[in-house]
């Protein structure tokens, strides 16, 4: 009896970092989590004057992502900041406003731009506890960094959750 091939395979063949400009590491193994997360925030979202605008217009937040890596069976933790902006590779010391727990090939996926960032979360391969408006706020950032026009943010969210309320 053979195993079913987990969703990623396909998408994900060996050494599939290396065809990528922004990833840094170049090893024969595959970047951890936050060195994907921290080298796109280094080399798309903060050098994003759009991106720096929405992150302007919401108030303070603290999200803390859990990378989940099906292959290795860790989870990598990363705090990200919102107003002011700032990513840490740590668990912060206060309570987050949102947990946000996902599967690194999604983060992968939402980083090489085939995705959203929170489909995973609509499919089912990921754990939201706290505040939903926050995990919409920090995809506007992120999605506006790959170039998504503001006022699309606008669009692909209820009227009801504009950019920037708590």
């Known amino acids: 009896m053979s195993e079913e091939k987990a969703w990623y395979e396909d ?11 922004w990833i ?6 595959e970047p951890a989590g936050l060195m994907l997360f921290m080298d796109y925030m280094l080399d798309q979202a903060i050098i994003t004057p759009d991106a720096v ?31 002011p902006t700032s990513v840490t590779p740590e668990i912060p010391d206060v309570e987050p406003h949102l947990i946000f727990r996902f599967d690194y090939y999604d ?10 960032f929170t489909l995973s979360a609509f499919l089912g391969r990921a754990e939201i506890y706290g505040n939903m408006i926050a995990l919409l706020d920090e995809g506007d ?10 006022s699309k943010t606008k669009e692909d969210r209820p009227k009801f959750w504009p950019v920037g309320f708590p």
């Not at 998408?11 to 400009?21: A, P, V």
């Not at 950032?141 to 503001?150: P, R, S, Y």
């Open 24 to 29: 840094r590491q170049k090893s024969d193994t």
């Open 107 to 116: 983060l992968a996926k939402f980083l090489l731009g085939t995705q959203d």
């Open 141 to 150: 950032i992120l999605e506006v960094a790959q170039g998504k026009e503001i």
């Open 53 to 83: 605008k929405i992150a302007s217009m919401i108030p303070h937040r603290l999200i803390l992502l859990e990378i989940v890596h099906p292959k290795k069976k860790t989870i990598e933790r990363l705090s990200f900041m919102i107003s």
């Open 11 to 21: 998408e994900f063949k060996d050494k599939w970092w290396h065809d990528i400009s």
